[in-house]
């Protein structure tokens, strides 16, 4: 069996191991650098990637905002549309009929009283006027309360429910009397 007899010196052979460690270490350093710089690289480019995704992303949030902003009046509109809807049919589905009611009280008043303003609201309303003396106004008062009153639009005899006389006062230059009273009336008569 040969021996394996090394000649060469211990001193070249630790030169060549440094030599082979330095070779090894650099061609490693290299490598490395490598991957440090394709994952900087990498990352870098995603940075890029999603900073501009972010900035594509925001301009259309603006764009969005703007069409928000822009639909406000649309939306403001909507809003009165429904509530007028909501009105018209709360009106339609619980409306009184005024124009009966107003028919009613034409058709109670004596000829020599005159209306001049009428004051409507949910289950009364304010009358004013001239009379020619104060009987007219105690038979128009009358009248209305009557549930006996003959004339008039059937079925509403008895929908005015009371009066009140609020004032009278004589007109001295033209003689009338002036009055306002106070009417009740049975809002249930005048649904449809």
Known sequence: MPADINLIPQAEIKEQQK?????????????????????????????NSVKSQISSVESSIEVLRADITDLSEVEISARNLDKKYNVL????????????????LKGRQPSDLEIQS????PASMNVSGIADNYISIANFVNSLV??????????????FTSVSLNS???????????FFIVVEYDVSKLKS
Do not use: W
Request: aromatic share 12%.
């Open 118 to 121: 009428l004051d409507i609201k």
């Open 89 to 104: 049919r709360s009106l339609f589905t619980e409306r009184l009929r005024y124009s009966l009611l107003l028919k009613e």
């Open 168 to 178: 009278v006062s004589l007109e001295g230059s033209t003689n009338k009397v002036k």
């Open 19 to 47: 030599s082979k460690a330095i070779k090894g270490s650099t061609v490693f350093s290299v490598v490395f650098m490598l991957i440090v710089l394709v994952v900087g690289g990498y990352f870098y480019y995603i940075t």
């Open 146 to 159: 009557s549930k006996d009153f003959e004339g008039g639009v059937e079925g509403l005899k008895e929908v």
